[in-house]
C-alpha cells in the first residue's frame, strides 16, 4: 500500500557523481512505472517513465532500470547537480490506482 | 496544452474553522481527479479520487470531503478543521489511456493554528 507516515530516507552524493535512487514495488501485476521530482514546496514533476515489457530506458542524465523478478525499480542520475537536490518518487500502476513510494531525499554537496 | 490550477498556495485557519481548496484542470476532458495529502518529510497519501462529474472516492476515513461539481473542477472542503489537518495538499490529474501518469498542481500549504 501508499507509504504514510514513513520519513523519508536520505542520500547524499557529491557534485558530478552519479546518484542511484532504489525502490521496491509491491504488485507484481503493476505494467507502468514512473519516476517523480518534488522540490521543497513545489508538487511533484514527472521525470521519467517505463513500462514493464522494458527493463531500461534513458533520457537526459536519467535512466530508469526495473527488475520484474524482484520487482525493484532504480533512478540513476548522471553527473549530479545542485539542481537535482529534491524528494524523488517512484510510482507504480496496474489499473486505475497508482501507489507512491514514500520517498528519497537526495542532498547534494557542493 | 494541458494545465492544472491549484489555489490558494498558502492557507493559515484556525481550529474549527471551515475549509475549501480549489482545483481546476484545463486542455482535457474527462480526467480523473485526486487529492493527496503530504505531511512534512513524508510521502504522499490519497485522500480522494473521482472519475467522474459527482463521482467521489474516499480512502482513508477523515474530516474531509470531496466534490467534482464539474468536469474540471475539484473541491476539497471541510465543516470544521483539525490541528491534525495541516499538511501540504496536492490535486493531481491523469487520463486513462495516456500511460497513467499524473500531473500535480502546485500544492496548497495548510496550516491550523
Given at each position: 500500500g501508499e507509504s504514510v507516515g514513513l520519513h523519508l530516507p536520505t542520500l547524499s552524493v557529491q557534485e558530478g557523481d552519479n546518484s542511484i535512487i532504489n525502490c521496491a514495488y509491491s504488485n507484481s501485476a503493476s505494467d507502468y512505472f514512473i519516476w517523480y521530482k518534488q522540490e521543497s514546496g513545489k508538487g511533484p514533476q514527472f521525470i521519467i517513465d517505463i513500462r514493464s515489457n522494458m527493463d531500461k530506458r534513458q533520457g537526459q542524465r536519467v535512466t530508469v532500470l526495473l527488475n520484474k523478478t524482484v520487482k525493484h525499480l532504480s533512478l540513476q542520475i548522471a553527473a549530479?547537480?545542485?539542481?537535482?537536490?529534491a524528494v524523488y518518487f517512484c510510482a507504480e500502476t496496474g489499473g486505475f490506482k497508482t501507489i507512491f513510494g514514500a520517498g528519497t531525499r537526495l542532498f547534494v554537496k557542493a | 496544452s494541458q494545465t492544472i490550477h491549484q489555489w490558494p498556495a498558502t492557507l493559515v485557519q484556525p481550529v474549527g474553522s471551515p475549509l475549501s481548496l480549489e482545483c481546476t484542470v484545463e486542455g482535457t476532458s474527462n480526467p480523473n481527479l485526486y487529492w493527496y495529502r503530504q505531511a512534512a518529510g513524508r510521502g504522499l497519501q490519497l485522500l480522494f479520487y473521482s472519475v467522474g462529474i459527482g463521482q467521489i472516492s474516499s480512502e482513508v476515513p477523515q474530516n474531509l470531503s470531496a466534490s467534482r461539481p464539474q468536469d474540471r473542477q475539484f473541491i476539497l472542503s471541510s465543516k470544521k478543521l483539525l490541528l491534525s489537518d495541516s499538511g501540504f495538499y496536492l490535486c493531481a490529474w491523469s487520463v486513462i489511456g495516456d500511460g497513467y501518469g499524473y500531473t500535480f498542481g502546485s500544492g496548497t500549504r495548510l496550516t491550523v493554528v
Open positions: 549530479t547537480q545542485p539542481g537535482d537536490s | -
